[in-house]
Every structure is written in structure tokens, then in C-alpha cells.
């Protein structure tokens, strides 16, 4: 007759011992873990009596099968936590904007170098496509997403979406209903913009101003907006009787041609002399400059913008370009901070509602120190 195995059916359990089967479904416990593991957590999850559950792994411990690191949970000696690996989706704003081309490409090296899966799409400056890839991430059952796009009416539809599927989401630049938002402090970036306005007309104009001229992008909100209050008001904190000044919004719709359009039109309609000009970026004000320069009064205006991209740096290494400053956001850094940020939130750690960038004005006499590499790149 063949004996039965020990994982035979047949064989009655008679003879097993009750505490050690607690031991052993401890250590199954543990072993299937990729954190250590509370006393509170182990007794919930296998319905043990706590004071039953902290015996048996204090024997455990005291044999050298179990270890407690730092008080933070038991795990099993010599076993590393397992890597838990990740797939984010982000869904880059465009790659039509120098800004949008950087942030993705920080990204992508970021994930790479976190080894986490990253989903990129392109949400190509559209309401549409954005919604429908944000359906695509759904989809993919990601970990996360991180969503860059504009619009901010379609933003509670895309919490919403991602709220139902139970997907945590960082927005980047406009904010999102249940999201940890990312990217600039606009008051404060505008602030920045402003004041170097007002002391260079100070400066060159003996702070004589006739209107202010704000390019402004309603789509994006009322965040990316305040970047152009903060704009007037940091003109007014140096030129306090600019208040007189004819103040003009114009709809840029934050990008080239449209500001160059909307700009002209302005110009053949009016014969206004010393103009500061302010944009919610920089696609705006270059297209503003370039209307300027068409009607011929390339001197008449003064500019600043916001991002500090490559073709803000660009423009202001040209000879005689009125594009002033721009202040930098730095979305080379985003990547790493944001692919930081995500871990945070996956991993159960708190995060504040809010994670903005620094900010600083890049001006014609600081560009080539602070982006000193633009000039390699080129060459390449």
C-alpha cells in the first residue's frame, strides 16, 4: 500500500499543531508582503487575537526568522521588500509649444529612470482628444495619471472619469477638481513679470506709460489668468500713478498666430505711444512682438511673458528683440519632481493639495548664464 502524501485529501489532520500553523500563516503573510507589516494589520488580516499574533511572532523574531526594521512593521529576515512596479499615464498637452515638448521629454526620463511604465499620448491642444484619451488610460487601468491640457471646462469631466476608475491624478498647470496640482504660482510668477516691467519703463521711459496690454488665454481658467493680475500689480507696486494707464485685455488664446492677429488688428485701432505688453506665455507675446514690428513700432513697446521656453530664450537673443524677460518655470525639472510626487501618492503618503515651481526672470543679460547649454544643443 502507498502512503499518502502530506498534501494528500485523504489524510485526516489530527495532528496538527495549532500554533505552529499560526507561524506558518504568518510567515506566508509576510513573504507575500511587498512592506513589513503591523502587528494591528497581520491580527486583521489572518483574524488572530493580538496578544495570540505577538507570541507567535515574537518567537519568531526571537528564533531569526522574522525582523522588526526601525519599528516600522515585521518582515521576514533577509527578504527585500519587493519592487512594486508602476505604470503612469501622462497625457502631454501638445507638442506644438517648446514648454509642452520639454515637460514630456522630463517625463519620459524621469519614468525611465524610476523604472516606472509610462503611457504617453498627446492631448494635441484639444478638448476632444483629451477626453478621449483620457478614456484610452481608463482603459489601460494605470496607476496614475498625470494630465496636462488646457481647457478648464473639460476638467471636471476628466476628474470625473478617472474619480470612477479609481485612478489618482497630478494636473499639470490648470488645476482639476480632486487632483494634486503641479506647476506655477501665477500670482506670484506675474508679480515678478510686472515689477521688472515697471522698473525697466522706470528706467527707460521715465516711468511714462500709456497703456499696458495683457494677452491673456480664457480657456485656461481663472489660475493661469492670475498671472496677468499679478502682472499689473507688480507695474503699479513701481509705477504707482500707472494706474492711469489704459489697461487692455486681448485674447491670445495663449498661442502664435492668434496673438499675432488679434495684435495687429489692435494696432490699425489705435495710436497709443509707450505700451507694456504682458502674455499668459511666451507664444503670445512673440506674437504680439511680431505685430509690433509690422506696424512699425517695435519701440513703442516693452515686453514680458511667462515660461521662459526655448523660443522665449531665443527671442531674446536677437538684436533689438523687446522681449524684455520671461520668467522661467523650469519644465525640464518636471519630470523628476512630478514622477516624485506620484510615488508619493501610490505609495499612501500625504501630499499637499498644491506642489509649485520656483521661479526666476530670465532678461537678454542673464539668458546665455542660466541656458548656457542652448548654445551647445544648437550646434549639435
Known amino acids: 500500500m502507498t502512503k499518502a502524501s502530506c498534501g494528500s485529501s485523504e489524510r485526516p489532520r489530527r495532528h496538527l499543531i495549532q500554533v505552529v500553523g499560526r507561524a506558518c500563516d504568518i510567515l506566508s503573510l509576510l513573504h507575500s508582503s511587498d512592506r513589513p507589516l503591523k502587528l494591528a494589520e497581520i491580527c486583521a488580516r489572518l483574524g488572530l487575537a493580538p496578544p495570540t499574533a505577538f507570541r507567535v511572532i515574537d518567537t519568531l523574531c526571537a528564533k531569526g526568522l522574522v525582523e522588526r526594521p526601525g519599528h516600522s512593521g515585521y518582515r521576514i529576515v533577509g527578504?527585500?521588500?519587493?519592487?512594486?512596479?508602476?505604470?503612469?499615464?501622462?497625457?502631454?498637452?501638445?507638442?506644438?509649444?517648446?514648454?509642452?515638448?520639454?515637460?514630456?521629454?522630463?517625463?519620459?526620463?524621469?519614468?525611465?529612470?524610476a523604472r516606472i511604465e509610462l503611457l504617453v499620448v498627446n492631448n494635441r491642444f484639444s478638448r476632444t482628444v483629451a477626453l478621449k484619451n483620457a478614456d484610452y488610460f481608463v482603459r489601460q487601468k494605470v496607476d496614475l495619471v498625470v494630465e496636462f491640457q488646457?481647457?478648464?471646462?473639460?476638467?471636471?469631466?476628466?476628474?470625473?472619469?478617472?474619480?470612477?476608475?479609481?485612478?489618482?491624478?497630478?494636473?499639470?498647470?490648470?488645476?482639476?477638481?480632486?487632483?494634486?496640482?503641479?506647476?506655477?504660482?501665477?500670482?506670484?510668477?506675474?508679480?515678478?513679470?510686472?515689477?521688472?516691467?515697471?522698473?525697466?519703463?522706470?528706467?527707460?521711459?521715465?516711468?511714462?506709460?500709456?497703456?499696458?496690454?495683457?494677452?491673456?488665454?480664457?480657456?485656461?481658467?481663472?489660475?493661469?489668468?492670475?498671472?496677468?493680475?499679478?502682472t499689473v500689480d507688480g507695474i503699479m507696486t513701481v509705477l504707482p500713478h500707472a494706474e492711469h494707464a489704459k489697461v487692455v485685455y486681448i485674447e491670445g488664446h495663449g498661442q502664435f498666430h492668434a496673438s499675432f492677429a488679434a495684435v495687429r488688428k489692435h494696432l490699425n485701432h489705435t495710436a497709443t505711444g509707450n505700451t507694456l505688453v504682458a502674455a499668459v506665455n511666451d507664444p503670445s507675446a512673440i506674437g504680439a512682438l511680431r505685430a509690433f514690428d509690422e506696424a512699425g513700432r517695435a519701440q513703442d513697446c516693452a515686453a514680458v511673458s511667462q515660461n521662459a521656453s526655448e523660443e522665449a530664450r531665443e527671442e531674446m537673443r536677437?538684436?533689438?528683440?523687446?522681449?524684455?524677460?520671461?520668467?522661467?518655470?523650469?519644465?525640464?525639472?518636471?519630470?523628476?519632481?512630478?514622477?516624485?510626487?506620484?510615488?508619493?501618492?501610490?505609495?499612501?503618503?500625504?501630499?499637499?493639495?498644491?506642489v509649485f515651481t520656483r521661479h526666476h526672470l530670465i532678461t537678454p543679460e542673464n539668458v546665455d548664464h542660466v541656458y548656457g547649454n542652448d548654445v551647445l544643443i544648437a550646434r549639435i
Open 79 to 113: 527578504l527585500a521588500p519587493k519592487e512594486k512596479h508602476f505604470r503612469l499615464g501622462y497625457a502631454a498637452q501638445s507638442s506644438e509649444f517648446a514648454f509642452s515638448r520639454t515637460t514630456a521629454h522630463s517625463m519620459e526620463q524621469a519614468a525611465k529612470a
Open 150 to 230: 488646457t481647457f478648464v471646462e473639460i476638467a471636471p469631466t476628466l476628474a470625473s472619469k478617472y474619480h470612477d476608475a479609481g485612478i489618482p491624478m497630478i494636473a499639470v498647470e490648470i488645476p482639476h477638481p480632486g487632483a494634486t496640482y503641479y506647476g506655477a504660482d501665477n500670482y506670484r510668477a506675474g508679480q515678478i513679470g510686472g515689477s521688472y516691467l515697471g522698473s525697466w519703463a522706470k528706467k527707460h521711459w521715465d516711468g511714462h506709460v500709456d497703456e499696458v496690454l495683457l494677452l491673456e488665454q480664457s480657456a485656461a481658467g481663472a489660475l493661469p489668468q492670475s498671472r496677468l493680475t499679478g
Open 318 to 354: 536677437r538684436p533689438g528683440s523687446r522681449l524684455i524677460g520671461s520668467v522661467a518655470y523650469f519644465p525640464e525639472n518636471y519630470g523628476p519632481e512630478i514622477i516624485s510626487l506620484a510615488l508619493d501618492i501610490l505609495h499612501g503618503k500625504p501630499v499637499p493639495p498644491a
